[in-house]
């Protein structure tokens, strides 16, 4: 039986015609999903950012509100990797654990407004340890597991962060990567320079390793000898929740900053809206807690609406192809949002796998990170969704806090490859090349977000001005996105990708500059251009064309390996480059910049229409690279 929803299409335009014309009504109204110290008088103002009146504890908003009406409810499932290894925790439990761990963090000196970092694999800890912090008023910044000391260090110098939680180990399948030593290794980079007082360490496996004396802490005896009643810190509204680094143009990683407020209900009207939530759903995000998809959709969206999340410890074919349909199938999910290089590396293992397990409590099934092709599409519909569950396909950002434009179950109907409609309280715009909005229907263009939304990031961690110029400045009266989008005859969008310097590797996202500003820490490299180019599984990979400072002399292979090794030492093995191409030099414009457009076309193999080459500072570099490209390949 094809399942309902409770969105129709009469009850989704009513919505947005409300949100378009009366929008401080439609979000003072829609205000009152969250559970407020102080309700807020006002929604959008332009100086003093969303509902500045408003004030809430976003930890009070997951779990306290729940206790009365749904307290032994399961909130979260966690699946470890062992399968009889399975820890439900209601809604009680994990408010005892969470009153817990904010006390412990009290009692080693985190105050409202400090930054607490959180280092983890897929334990149930970073669940809790983000909305410890929440109820203290501490941000939390949580970083990506897979990234390298360098790149901790730089985010841990950044962010000021006064304490970590970390693990002694985390498990990727049978593999125990090693969480606490790369966090000692990060803690030597800076010395001095750091904020970071104690270092608390999570028990994932029974490995020992070493803790520096009065720095380092195990947390399980913290937490047992913590008090279970923690008073939440009210904060504003307009109090900062959490930082998220995140890649841009340029090569610092920049500290995205989300607001209590705006950001959770973002987040909880979000998760309603777009997985039709209900009281009885098994919420299933793959997502990393180290990436937004992680923040806003496994802990503040469903846990703000009382619903039961699923955590998963393990990896998608481990240890056998379909384990990800057995664990689906054990627990009863019924909403399952995944990245589009997950279901490719999922579908090329056959429709046989997903086809021994029962996945007939599934209702929505959706996509976030990247563009979908066509194909993967239609396999996540008809093989994982029968054909019974929409497809949303979600597009947002790190920084617009949750999702943009999808599909509204029930009131859209999705097309492959389409991230369809705006959700109401959202205006998107293309513009063309000299910044002029598109009124015509079937257009392409720079996608672009008019007026604000609750969720919209507040700034960049200490550098308000950062954010002006990459988001407000490009594109003066608009909020421009980074992304390119085709919009079709019904207005649906068609997300291109993006149209700067960040690459988009399996949903990670990765900026050029980054990778080039790691590379320049070889020595025996002059100077390189990192680009991204189609890839059949990741969506995009990196292909790096490198200038070495003694071309004829050195030795191909080793320097290859030398930037390879620089790549996942300074960043991390997520963004190491799929291919090197060493070259005698790269075209630039006469103002000494590399022609990203043509090294993409040359290293794609597309060299017939390479376009004008009379603005290069010398034309004749071209030749030589498409040589050396294709005498590699
Ligand atoms: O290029 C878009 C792509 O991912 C970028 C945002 O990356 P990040 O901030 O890491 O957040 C990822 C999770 C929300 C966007 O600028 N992107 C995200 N969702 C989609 C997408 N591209 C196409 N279709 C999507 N559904």
Redesign the pocket.
């Known amino acids: 039986m094809a399942p309902t929803f409770r969105t129709t299409p009469a009850a989704l335009r009513i919505q947005t015609d409300a949100a378009r014309h009366d929008p401080e009504g439609f979000w003072l109204d829609q205000a009152r999903r969250l559970e407020w110290a102080t309700m807020p008088t006002r929604a959008d103002d332009k100086d003093a950012g969303w509902f500045p009146d408003g004030a809430l504890n976003a930890s009070v908003n997951c779990l306290d509100r729940h206790l009365e009406t749904r307290g032994d409810h399961v909130a979260v499932i966690w699946q470890r990797e062992n399968a009889d290894d399975v820890v439900r925790l209601t809604y009680r439990e994990m408010h005892n654990r969470v009153c817990r761990l904010a006390n412990v963090l009290r009692d080693h000196g985190i105050r409202r407004g400090d930054r607490v970092a959180i280092h983890l694999p897929g334990v149930i800890e970073g669940i809790i340890g983000m909305l410890a912090c929440a109820r203290i008023g501490a941000m939390h910044v949580v970083l990506f597991g897979g990234f390298s000391a360098e790149a901790i260090a730089d985010r841990l110098h950044d962010s000021g962060a006064q304490l970590v939680i970390t693990a002694n180990v985390g498990l990727r399948g049978a593999k125990h990567i090693p969480f606490k030593t790369t966090m000692d290794a990060a803690l030597r980079l800076h010395v001095g320079k750091l904020a970071v007082r104690n270092v608390l360490v999570v028990h994932v496996t029974q490995d020992d390793v070493p803790l520096e004396a009065g720095r380092d802490f195990w947390l399980a005896p913290l937490l047992e000898a913590a008090s279970s009643a923690c008073e939440p810190e009210i904060m504003r509204a307009t109090d900062p929740l959490f930082l998220l680094y995140?890649s841009g143009s340029t090569g610092k990683p920049k500290g995205i900053v989300h607001g209590t407020g705006g950001y959770l209900l973002w987040a909880a009207y979000t998760h309603d809206l777009v997985f039709d939530h209900r009281a009885d759903d098994v919420f299933w995000c793959t997502a990393d807690i180290g990436?937004?998809?992680g923040h806003t959709y496994v802990t503040y969206g469903p846990l703000c609406n009382g619903g039961t999340v699923l955590l998963f410890e393990g990896m998608p074919s481990h240890p056998a192809p379909g384990r990800w349909w057995e664990v689906a199938q054990a627990h009863g999910v019924t909403t399952f949002y995944t990245s589009p290089t997950a279901i490719r590396a999922l579908m090329r293992e056959g429709d046989d796998v997903p086809g021994r397990y029962d996945l007939s409590r599934l209702r929505v099934i959706g996509?976030?990170?990247?563009?979908?092709n066509n194909e993967a599409w239609q396999w996540f519909a008809d093989v994982i969704g029968q054909r019974r569950c929409p497809v949303v396909?979600?597009?947002?950002?790190?920084?617009t806090g949750g999702i943009m434009i999808a599909p509204v179950p029930g009131a859209v109907t999705p097309r492959p490859a389409s991230?369809t409609l705006p959700l109401p309280g959202v205006h998107a715009v293309l513009l063309d090349e000299k910044g002029r909005k598109i009124d015509a229907h079937r257009a392409e263009g720079v996608l672009c977000l008019d007026g604000s939304w609750p969720g919209r990031a507040l700034t960049i961690w200490r550098d308000d001005a950062v954010f002006d110029t990459t988001y407000l400045k490009p594109y003066p009266g608009h909020y421009f996105?980074?992304?390119g989008a085709y919009r079709d005859e019904d207005d649906y969008y068609w997300?291109t990708?993006?149209v700067d310097d960040?690459i988009?590797v399996s949903?990670?996202?990765i900026g050029s500059a980054e990778i080039e500003d790691a590379i320049a820490a070889d020595r025996d490299i002059a100077e390189c251009a990192a680009i991204g180019v189609p890839h059949a599984l990741k969506g995009q990979s990196i292909v790096v064309f490198a200038v070495p400072r003694d071309l004829a002399g050195g030795n191909a292979r080793k320097l290859v390996d030398g930037i390879l090794k620089t790549v996942a030492t300074q960043v991390g093995r997520y963004a190491v480059p799929e291919t090197v191409h060493l070259v005698a030099d790269l075209p630039k414009t006469r103002s000494g910049k590399s022609v990203r457009r043509l090294l993409r076309k040359i290293a794609c193999g597309e060299t017939d229409g390479l376009g004008d080459l009379s603005t290069l500072m010398d034309p004749g570099v071209v030749p030589a690279l498409i040589e050396a490209v294709q005498s590699e390949s």
Do not use: C, K, S, Y
Not at 367 to 372: S, Y
């Open positions: 995140t990436w937004i998809t996509t976030v990170g990247e563009p979908i396909d979600t597009w947002w950002q790190t920084e991230a996105t980074g992304d997300i990708g993006r960040v988009n949903g990670h996202r």
